[in-house]
Structures are given as C-alpha cells and as structure tokens.
C-alpha cells in the first residue's frame, strides 16, 4: 500500500516528504491510520547517523498513535476503528528465551525496530511513524486506555517504558528516593512515573530554570549538577538514579549520592564513556551502574494501563510535520517542554 511519510536521505540532509510503499497486510497485521508521533531523541540520532548504522532513506518515529484502519483476519484484539499505539518494535522470533520472558528488545535474534530494520518475514526495511499509516503485527500493537489523549500517550510508547521498565525492575514505590538526570522526553515523564508509584523524587539537571516545571511534573526536590554544594548535600541519597543524558558524560559525580548498593540505570546513551568511572565509587558501598533498553511488550502495557489509571500522559507541544526539521534543532538545545509530538493531519497539507 502507498503511504506518504518524511524522510532523511543522508545524515545532514533535512527530513523531505517521500511516498513509498508498505506491505499489504499479512493475516496477523493491524493497519493502522497515524494521527499522532512523538519525536525522540533517538529519531535525531538515527537520521544523523549518530551510531553509524543508519541505512536511508529512514523515516524515523515510535512513539505511534492511530486508528485502526483494517485488520488481518487472524487478528482477534483489535478491529476498525481502535484507538492504539505502536512502540520501537514491530516484531521478533517469538522463541528465544528473552521474548518467552516478554523481553522481546532482548530478543537473542534481534527484535524488528519500527524503523531502520529489516523485516524478519519479507526482508524489506521498516519504516516508522512519520507517516500516515503503518502496518504492524497484532502481537506488537498496543491497546490504548479508555479516555486517554491520544497526543500525550504518544510519548508513552517510547519515553513511557523506557523509564517505566527501570523503575519497575528495582522496586520502586512508597518509600523509595528516585533521582532522574535530565529533563527531557524520557526525564519528564520518569518524573511522573516515579511519582505516580509513590517515591520521593528528584531531578538532577544542568540548566536552572527547569525547577518550576519539575515540581509541577513530580519532583519534590531539583539538584544543580553542576553545583557541587547542592550535589555534596545529597550524599548517599537515592536507591535508584535513571540516567537520561544522551551523549558523553562523567557519571562519577552522581555515585556517591547513592544509598549503599544503589543503581545508577543508564538509559540516554549507548557509546563509551569518555571519562573512567572510579571503581572505588561502586566496590566501596556496593553500588552499582547498570542500564536498560526500552521495556517489553507486556510490560509496556501494563505501563499504559497504569498511565490510564493514574492520569499520566507526557507534556508535549504539538507540531506539523512541516516544523520537523526546527523540532530536531530545537531538541539539540533542550528547548522542548518536553516532547514534541507531530500532527499527522499536517502531512497531507
Ligand atoms: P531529550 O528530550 O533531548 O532530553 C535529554 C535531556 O538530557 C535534556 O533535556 C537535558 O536535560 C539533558 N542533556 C542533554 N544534553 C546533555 C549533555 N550533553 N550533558 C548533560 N545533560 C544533557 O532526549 P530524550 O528523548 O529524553 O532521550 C534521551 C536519550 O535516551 C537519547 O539519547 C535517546 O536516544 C535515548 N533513549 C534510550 C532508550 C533506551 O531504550 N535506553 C529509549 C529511548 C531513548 P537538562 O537540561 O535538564 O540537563
Ligand atoms: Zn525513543
Ligand atoms: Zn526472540
């Protein structure tokens, strides 16, 4: 089937309209009408070419929101007209012992990524949400709760797990004391998460200015990083840091604000650390620096599920397809309060 989508055709190209075909759909496929697309830092780096594996043209987006335009006739959860979302995958083997987990972005032969990999089935390249339609297997689609906005779920899908996924994984609830470092798409909505399971939470950011948003977000306390008296006066502090930073950076300075074996979860960023981290910080007090990729597709929704309940959604600025290579500058600055999320009206003007 014909879709319109935007794409990048090199890594300092702008994104462009471009028609290309999808499949027809299998009997197990949802063919779902895109109305909304959150814009992650990831799409950046993937049309950038940031980790050199990028092939083009690439049509990034997943965090995916759209009705439900037809189904396979195998499908049995959904049918026209649902309300749904798709995530970072669109499939994996199913066999392996990570997927039989519902760790299926573990899965031992590669899980299918909404964008910039290769269906497993028809070997063409996927491609992701920026886009007016996409067709998906049932298996990775999502149920989007009752009465929730379609335009702040988007973020979900993506920023939601991600932060929910750790956050889970360690426990946390009434009691815990959660820090998250930086404000951002997967920061803000880590702050809410946090704070919608019951933990005291706090933000690290680099940039004054962000307290006030913080607090409306879910912070009971924000710390300067680039303070050393207000990181000195959280010592030995937190259970659990989400590390959201997404490029270079020394994590040294955030050790010792754990609790004894304390978790620092790194979650932003995939390269080397520039800066060695001191052994001492995790041997003494047995702490430890970890990280986790985005969240199975149970577990995702049983995070939508839980947003639904407790009235999550991300803040998010709504924009046109048109506005998506701004978006991307703008991302580079931090100035988005605090994701954007593409129209998908705007693509047909
Ligand atoms: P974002 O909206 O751009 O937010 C990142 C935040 O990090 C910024 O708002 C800023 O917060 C802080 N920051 C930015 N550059 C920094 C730097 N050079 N040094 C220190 N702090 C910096 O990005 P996002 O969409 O939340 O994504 C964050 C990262 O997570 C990206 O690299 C993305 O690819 C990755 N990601 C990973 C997964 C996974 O499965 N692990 C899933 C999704 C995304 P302050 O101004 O408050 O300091
Ligand atoms: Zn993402
Ligand atoms: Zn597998």
């Known amino acids: ?43 950046l780096h993937l049309a950038r070419n940031h980790g050199g594996f990028t092939s083009y043209p690439i049509v990034p987006g997943h965090e ?34 990570p997927c039989l987990k519902g760790w299926e972005q573990d899965c031992a032969e590669g899980a299918t990524y909404t964008y910039n990999s290769i269906d497993r089935h028809d070997g063409m390249p996927t491609f992701g949400g920026y886009s007016n339609a996409i067709v998906v297997t049932e298996k990775f689609v999502l149920t989007l709760p009752e009465g929730m906005d379609p335009a702040g779920a988007a973020p979900l899908l ?58 409306r977000l879910g912070a009971d306390h924000v710390v300067l990083s680039g303070d050393p008296a207000q990181m000195a006066a959280v010592a030995g502090r937190f259970d659990l840091i989400i590390d959201t930073v997404p490029y270079d950076h020394d994590v040294n300075p955030y050790m010792p604000t754990l609790v004894l074996e304390g978790v620092l979860v790194l979650v932003g960023y995939m390269g080397p650390l520039g800066t060695p981290v001191n052994a001492g910080a995790v041997v003494r007090g047995r702490r430890a620096i970890t990280g986790s990729f985005i969240g199975g597709i149970a577990e995702t929704q049983e995070m939508l599920d839980f947003c639904g309940k407790h009235g999550v959604v991300s803040d998010v600025e709504i924009i046109s397809i048109q506005q998506i290579n701004q978006a991307y500058e703008r991302i580079l600055k931090s100035d988005v309060k605090y994701r954007f999320v593409i129209d998908m009206a705007s693509l047909k003007s």
């Open 1 to 43: 089937m014909n879709v319109l989508s935007y794409a990048a055709q090199s890594a300092s190209g702008d994104l462009a309209p471009l028609a290309l075909e999808r499949r027809e759909p299998r009997t197990d496929d949802v063919v779902i009408d895109i109305l909304f697309c959150g814009v992650c830092h990831t799409d």
């Open 64 to 97: 995916i929101i759209g009705r439900v335009r037809q189904v396979g006739a195998a499908v049995q959860r959904f049918k026209a007209g649902d309300l749904v979302g798709v995530g970072c995958m669109v499939d994996s083997c199913q066999h392996c012992q």
């Open 158 to 215: 993506c920023a939601g797990i991600t932060t929910w996924s750790p956050l889970r994984r360690w426990n946390v609830g009434e009691g815990s004391k959660v820090a998250v470092i930086g404000l951002g798409g997967l920061g803000h909505t880590a702050l809410k998460l946090a704070k919608a399971l019951g933990a005291d939470v706090t933000l690290f950011t680099r940039s004054s200015g962000k307290e006030k948003d913080a607090f």
